[in-house]
């Protein structure tokens, strides 16, 4: 099945101080703009974000791999989102591996830049229900977390999840069910 999308593809990840928690605070955002057609990347885009972590437990910030000195040096989630403007563009479809907390986390970096994130298409491409989908189709009963799911399309095992690493991952699933491999 050869599909050809309208637009191109952005997949964008976050990582996070706190987890899905309503009160988190975007740390990393990583972006990778697939072709439409080849679902070839074409760019690429990851930045820490000057966050203050200081509420955040230390063993949360030991599991994430985040160093809070390097993280209190980063651009501000305005000039990420300026960067990132200027990387992408605005016209493509945004798409991540689960859109709820990135779509969420998106908005407050644009928001912060006085970026309005109306000026995106509204349509989410959200990676996770599709993959999950695919694989129950094919037979799968294992559980629904993501690194089972990479596992199970054949993806090797992530170590300290990287917001650039993880749109990589996603992009290969994405290629993986729709080219039938």
């Not at 690429?44 to 230390?58: G, M, Y």
């Not at 910030?61 to 501000?76: C, H, N």
Request: charged share 25%; glycine share 6%; with cysteine.
């Amino acid at each position: 099945m050869n599909i050809v999308f309208p637009k191109n593809i952005l997949i964008i990840d976050f990582e996070s101080s706190l987890g899905g928690a309503k009160n988190t605070e975007p740390v990393q955002i990583g972006a990778i703009l697939l072709d439409k057609v080849t679902l070839e990347e074409k760019k690429s885009f990851s930045s820490f974000i000057k966050t203050d972590l200081s509420q955040v437990p230390p063993e949360r910030l030991a599991l994430k791999g985040f160093d809070p000195k390097k993280i209190l040096e980063s651009p501000t989630a305005a000039a990420v989102a300026l960067k990132f403007i200027e990387t992408f563009g605005k016209n493509y479809f945004i798409s991540s591996w689960v859109a709820d907390l990135d779509r969420r986390l998106f908005k407050k970096i644009m928001s912060s830049a006085g970026i309005d994130d109306s000026e995106f298409d509204y349509h989410i491409y959200d990676l996770w229900p599709v993959a999950y989908t695919y694989l129950l189709q094919h037979g799968y009963t294992g559980s629904h977390g993501s690194d089972h799911m990479f596992a199970e399309f054949g993806l090797p095992s992530r170590g300290i999840h990287d917001a650039l690493e993880d749109c990589r991952y996603a992009a290969q699933v994405l290629r993986k069910i729709l080219q039938n491999e």
